[in-house]
């Protein structure tokens, strides 16, 4: 919306305000992350998450008016509140799951979690580009975030009671990293699934260029490629289950991180050449081009590769999390996502401003500390070594 506002109507340059925006919204988790975990272990999670929707309809009511005056600074203030109910909402939507599910469901419903999370994200993206493209598209925009935010009240009022655990536990929002430390299984997990994260960002944020640059192709292939991704992780979420049999296995991890090298290797090699020309070929005209059949396979694989390596992983801290500070474990696992994503941000800026490399070079870098990440696994987690010779071992007996 910003983007394609008018000048004269922003209270400072566009490419500022696009990333003070992304600033805002990130920042809550890193404030109130902990906070959140420590609440979300000591309420009812149904009942917090039934207020948390209560709040979103209210921040989404407030953020249409915005948009339909063209208030920007309120706009902002607004994404940094909607940044801070998903800081609250996130601990709490997947610390539940081993409290109301059976320990055999656990990785099932966290891949349904993957694929809901990624879809919508999809879904979101795409829509924003289509309103935005329309005449009445900020009408549209501010009817339909309401109309979600009440979906999602609707939807929450459905769930049935699911109070704290009964163990008695003075928590504190002062040394969250202390007792992390003190469980290094669920330390290594969280920053395994925060790499995930620093790959994601990586991904995403610069597809829009990358399609321009490398692929000759107009926005609309943008969405393309970001549906391949997208559903490319859905489908590994579900992978992963079957290769686990739908049990917590974290032996799967070496095929989801040299799914996601081998891949990413190839998509480097296998980009077709493209001629300058005075126009970008449009979407019909790219999927009729078989010689970008081989990048577009090579992206849909990254994805699935991620899918299998991240089920595993968040399945795993629900399981060993005491279930009196499973939220505060989620919520240490956000704080860490959020800061590995704004690592994402830094090293992409130094490697394609400040040394002037290619978007290329930093997905070749991405694919190839894959393999890095998988051989600190091995030699670094014996827990994580241990599952990998089992599961292979069993793989290779049956």
């Known amino acids: 919306m910003v983007t394609y506002a008018s000048l004269n109507n922003l209270p400072m340059p566009v490419n500022l305000f696009v990333n003070l925006a992304a600033g805002v919204f990130i920042l809550p988790f890193l404030l109130f992350s902990v ?24 921040i989404m009511c407030c953020a249409a008016a915005a948009m339909l005056s ?17 800081a609250y909402f996130g601990p709490v939507k997947y610390a539940l799951l081993p409290q109301a599910l059976a320990p055999a469901e656990l990785v099932t419903a966290n891949a349904w979690v993957e694929l809901g999370t990624f879809l919508s994200i999809l879904a979101g993206t795409i829509a924003a580009g289509v309103l935005m493209s329309l005449s009445n598209g900020i009408e549209l925009s501010a009817m339909l975030v309401v109309v979600l ?37 669920i330390l290594i997990a969280i920053l395994a699934i925060s790499w995930f994260w620093f790959v994601g960002a990586v991904y995403l944020t610069q597809f829009a260029n990358f399609t321009r640059l490398y692929l000759g192709a107009e926005p609309s292939v943008v969405s393309l490629l970001l549906g391949l991704f997208s559903v490319g992780i859905a489908v590994g979420s579900f ?46 005209q790219f999927i009729n081009q078989a010689n970008y059949y ?17 089920v595993p992983l968040y399945s795993f801290i629900q399981q060993q999390a005491l279930a ?14 959020a800061l590995f994503m704004v690592c994402a941000a830094i090293i992409s800026i130094l490697w394609l401003q400040v040394m002037g490399l290619s978007i290329v070079s930093l ?30 071992k069993i793989k290779s007996s049956s």
């Not at 991890?253 to 480097?268: Q, R, V």
């Open 239 to 284: 992978t992963a289950v079957k290769l686990s049999s739908a049990k917590v296995e974290l032996g799967i991890l070496p095929i989801g991180l040299s799914g996601l090298a081998l891949f990413g290797i190839d998509f480097m090699y296998g980009l077709p050449t493209v001629t300058q020309q005075l126009e970008a070929i449009s979407f019909s």
């Open 324 to 337: 009196h500070e499973r939220s505060q474990v989620i919520a240490a696992n956000n704080i860490f996502n």
């Open 70 to 86: 063209q208030s920007y600074l309120l706009m902002l203030l607004l994404l940094f509140l909607m940044g801070t109910q998903s």
């Open 149 to 185: 935010a009440a979906f999602g009240v609707c939807s929450s009022q459905f769930m049935q009671p699911l109070p704290p655990s009964k163990q008695q536990y003075q928590a504190s929002e002062v040394g969250w990293l202390q007792r992390i430390r003190q469980q290094p299984t």
């Open 35 to 58: 906070h959140a975990g420590v609440i979300a272990d000591h309420c009812d999670k149904a009942q917090l998450i039934k207020r948390l929707k209560w709040l979103e309809l209210v």
């Open 363 to 392: 997905f070749a870098l991405i694919a190839v500390t894959n393999l890095i990440v998988l051989i600190l696994l091995w030699g670094k987690a014996d827990f994580i070594k241990q599952a990998i010779y089992q599961y292979f």
């Open 294 to 310: 081989r990048t577009l396979v090579d992206l849909f694989m990254i994805g699935v590769s991620a899918g299998i390596y991240i």
